[in-house]
């Protein structure tokens, strides 16, 4: 509990950076809107001068600076609708995104005590959004079958995954789920597999060939796009999370990790973003 507050401290900064930069944007086209405003209302105290002047001269009213006068005060308008839209926008888009990573984090540590409580032990990497299960929970060295015990462990994670994204507060909110095979970088040579690709891609597969017939109500979850969740990939020893040059350091890289990514904003709203964190980046 105490790791899982200090990510929602973590989160809550986040959450502060980003409004305070929206805020930031927010002051400087308040300050741009006014300046505009002050510039046309002195052009058109100007233009009714001018009128007034003519007025009692019995002179013809420049009607061309007139005309102008309209259309400025027209551009000026719509300048304000597209601004206030833009800054809606952003503003929606960069809440969603926080609001993301608390909700995936809040996710993994549901998960996580639900398993700890049928007495398996996962780690949870807040920052990636990731619940992790070690090697040995679930093959042999070298082989790619899950082990009895292993079918045991994806059998329980497979009911609390499935509880879990039909709860209220998650349903919905996953894209993707990718179940990924990880190794050391040590060679394979048992005469099973190649090299260690095909090793990490295979455990990947049987990951979630074990976790689907334990409960094939998972094959049937789709995402807002009407995409099949989850998928499947190995990386061999690619994406290292301890140094191989000791023993444990190459345990803790021989891994399943499952990973989450929670579903983006439109992509009008992410396009907006983009832009924004561009603009605040130079």
Known sequence: ????????????????????????IFDTTIATMKAAADANAAQVTRIVENMNAAACNNAVPDTFT???????????????LVLSYFILNFTQATAQLTQNDITRAELLHFMQRELEREGIKVTVDDRHGI??????????????????????????????????????????RVETIFIEGHTDNVPISNGVFPSNWELSAKRAINT???????????????NDKDEMIFSVS?????????ANTSEAGRGDNRRI?????MAPPTEANMSIVKFVRKELAQ
């Open 208 to 222: 979630w060939l074990t976790m689907s017939g334990a409960n094939p109500q998972l094959t049937a979850l789709r």
């Open 131 to 172: 619940l992790r299960i070690a090697e040995d929970v679930l093959f042999d060295v070298g082989l790619a079958d899950v082990k009895p015990q292993g079918q045991i462990v994806i059998q329980k994670l497979s009911a609390v995954l499935a509880v879990a994204l039909e709860a209220e507060q998650f349903k919905g």
């Open 66 to 80: 007139v005309s102008i006068s309209d259309l400025m005060s027209g551009l000026l308008a719509i300048f304000i």
């Open 234 to 242: 190995g990386y061999a020893d690619t994406r290292p999370i301890a």
């Open 1 to 24: 509990m105490d790791r899982f507050s200090a990510a929602l401290d973590r989160f809550s900064d986040t959450i502060a950076q980003k409004l305070s930069d929206a805020q930031k």
């Open 257 to 261: 990790d499952i990973r989450f990514s």
